[in-house]
């Protein structure tokens, strides 16, 4: 089994994220993400949003690397990132911020 972060947790990727456009062949192979961190984050709409983080876990000799595989609502909705703790909603251009210090 692969190490997770203090936040990680294996998940079965939700349907539609592995194998989106953008994330390379590789991502098809994959069975199992990790969801490294979440950030709650405040809407330009006044609402609460849960933004999860990603990452798809792999060993090299003694190392433990991670690729970003996505950042996504929690209901899987599809967010760009607009600056270091600030996104976008795709699909209805509501932005979010988050106030964790070490957010994405």
């Not at 330009?44 to 999860?52: L, Q, R, W």
């Not at 876990?57 to 967010?79: M, Q, T």
Request: hydrophobic share 40%.
């Amino acid at each position: 089994m692969p190490e997770t972060g203090i936040h990680g947790k294996i998940i079965q990727a939700p349907a539609g994220i592995l194998g989106a456009p953008g994330l390379g062949p590789e991502s098809h192979k994959a069975g199992a993400m990790v969801l490294k961190n979440l950030y709650h984050a405040r809407g330009s709409d006044g609402k609460d949003y849960e933004v999860h983080v990603y990452v798809e876990p792999a060993s090299h000799s003694n190392a433990h690397i991670e690729r970003l595989v996505k950042i996504c609502l929690a209901d899987g909705s599809e967010l760009r990132v607009l600056s270091k703790r600030r996104y976008e909603i795709v699909a209805t251009g509501v932005t979010l911020e988050a106030h964790d210090p070490d957010a994405i």
